[in-house]
Every structure is written in structure tokens, then in C-alpha cells.
């Protein structure tokens, strides 16, 4: 995860420093495909770590059937004198026993426990990060749009004093060859 998280954050900057890097080498449209692009890619991070966390819940939950079931079958293989101890002899079922081992499974029900937030916290800053990018993105989006569009409101305007001058030009022309 932490491998993915860090590919992200790279590809990120790395679209945005070309974005802003090399602005007249660029169509509008190509920018944006290559953002929509990044976008998509971004989705798919997005879908795959969902599936990513519902498959670890699943492998948590597995892992506390498989210690419950395990404790269970301590408990019916003593009861059943089918265990024995180091010196050979049968283990039988005493309060020691019980005492002792629902300590030990409690601490290995805690230790899973505390992997599943684990996983769960790294998950959501998984997510953050994607959704951290894809905001990224969007907003390089609005801003490529935003430079168009003031781009090409200059180029009208700059039209629009052109055939003032170019007007005024004709006027001057007109006025000099009707006195001579």
C-alpha cells in the first residue's frame, strides 16, 4: 500500500508540474484528456482499494473464526483426554488450564484485532490520498479551462482592436485619396 500511496502522490505532482510547465505546448483538449486520463486511473485505484479492504475484513474475520474454532478444539480434544503433556501424561481439563488458555486466545484475539485497525487506518489514508489526487486533478481541470478561456477572451479583445485599427487605417486611407 505504502508503495501505491507514494506511486500516486508522483504521478500527481508529475502531471501538474507538466501541466504548468510547458502551458503554450498544448492543446486545451490534449490537457484535458490527459487529465481525464489520470482521472480514470485514479478511479481504478479507488475501486481496487475498496475491493482491497472488504477482502482484508474478510481475512480478519476469517482469522477470529479460525483462533475461536482452534480454542474450541483444544476444549473438546483435553475434555476428550486426547492431549497430553511434555512428560507424557493426559491433559485434563482443570480450571489452570481454561484460565490460562482463555488468556492466551484473548491476547491473540486482541493482537488480530489491532491488525484489522491497522489495516482499516492505512485503507483510509489510501483513500484519502487517491481522493487527495483526484481533487488535484480536477482542479488542474478548472484552472486549463480557466486559462483557455481568458486566453482566448485577450484574443478576442486583441481582434476586436485590430479592426478598430485596421478600420481607423481605412478611414485615413479613404480621407488621403480623396484629396488627391
Known sequence: MQNCRKRIFFITIILIAVLLLFPGCRTPTATLD???????????????????????????????????????NDVRLIEAGQIKTADGNVKTLDADWVISARKGYAAARTVLAEQAQANMSAGLVEMDNINAADEALEMATQLTVLQWNVGEQIKRQFLKLSGLFSKVEDTRNVETSERN
Open 34 to 72: 490527459l487529465i481525464a486520463i489520470g482521472r480514470k486511473g485514479l478511479a481504478s485505484a479507488r475501486e481496487a482499494q475498496k475491493a482491497h479492504q472488504i477482502e482484508m475484513q474478510r481475512y480478519h474475520k476469517s482469522q477470529i473464526a479460525a483462533l475461536d474454532s482452534a480454542f474450541d
